[in-house]
């Protein structure tokens, strides 16, 4: 089976299924399966399964087509070559059938009841956008909890997106489950460092979010996401972006609300300048002193490590 930038496999004809689960992956085919594993677990019925490969040459093409042999409720793409990972996501979310959606990284995997739990939720409470687990991430046989659950229950959409500014740290929320229909309404997602900050922003625009407490999403903390620095570099960014990720966060954060995005467009010019300002300044200064003076403290320490032999030295004449 061959696909360029085509779907195989899934579904069949009048299939529409509950939640469709997206999967973008590169080059991770031992992890995938764990993924994919994760998906098929789940108590919650109908689920289809998209996983969208960008142009993998590990062998990630035959599991893949071994599952959706197997499968029918998983679809399988793959691209003639390699679009980048902001486009392979992006690329996923026309492809949903489902009347929820949501993402799940490669490398990543989900408790066995996450979906029907989120599900159950946005269900049984009308105004909610995304409602997701909590964020659990792995590093050399440790898991650390993400320790902010993000829940911002307030009525009024502007309120919503600053209160997500001043929650937001790791964005575990990102791999929530959504309403297609809110899915659908938040712009493409933009090649920029916090652009997976900017997708949720908009979805806290559009509704409440909710964390839940009973189930969790697991993150690998040893793939892209290791650093900012690390994302940059995955993403083909410039200099600010590796250097200043910070900076350049809160920069996307005012730039999308006031200027670019269409989502904010009923709050008017001044409404939506004035809204821009109040959330790029709260994760400016939630985020660049803490930094500035992370970084000061490693310079001095490196600078100290340089100098101490010399010191060392010059006392043993």
Not at 98 to 114: Q, R, T
């Amino acid at each position: 089976m061959v696909c360029h930038s085509t779907v195989c496999g899934g579904g069949g004809a009048g299939v529409n299924p509950m939640v469709t689960v997206a999967i973008p992956t590169y080059e991770r085919a031992t992890q995938l399966r764990r993924a994919i594993e994760s998906v098929l677990a789940q108590d919650h019925e109908p689920i289809e399964l998209i996983i969208s490969d960008n142009a993998s040459t590990d062998g990630t093409r035959q599991l893949c087509e071994d599952y959706v042999s197997r499968h029918p409720s998983i679809r399988y793409v793959r691209h003639s070559s390699n679009v980048g990972p902001t486009p392979n996501f992006e690329s996923l979310r026309p492809l949903a059938r489902g009347d929820y959606f949501m993402f799940l990284g490669d490398d990543d995997w989900i408790d066995p009841g996450y979906v029907s739990a989120c599900v159950e939720t946005l269900e049984s409470e009308p105004g909610l956008s995304l409602v997701a687990g909590r964020s659990f991430y792995h590093r050399a046989g440790r898991a650390d909890v993400e320790p902010v659950l993000v829940n911002i229950d307030d009525s009024d959409p502007r309120r919503r997106v600053l209160a997500y500014c001043r929650a937001v740290k790791a964005n575990g929320v990102f791999y929530g489950v959504m309403p297609i229909a809110a899915q659908r309404r938040v712009p493409a997602m933009r090649n920029v460092q916090g652009g997976d900050w900017l997708h949720v922003m908009g979805l806290a625009y559009l509704g409440r979010v909710r964390t839940l407490e009973e189930v969790a999403v697991h993150r690998s903390a040893d793939g892209m996401t290791v650093s900012l620095a690390n994302v940059a570099a995955m993403l083909g960014l410039g200099w600010l972006e590796a250097n200043a990720p910070q900076v350049a966060i809160a920069n996307w954060i005012f730039r999308d609300v006031a200027f670019d995005s269409p989502l904010y467009e009923g709050l008017g010019r001044w409404g939506r300048f004035w809204l821009g300002i109040r959330a790029g300044s709260v994760v400016f200064w939630r985020f660049v002193p803490p930094a500035v003076l992370k970084f000061g403290r490693l310079r001095v320490a490196a600078l100290g490590g340089r100098l101490r032999p010399r010191a060392a030295i010059a006392g043993s004449r």
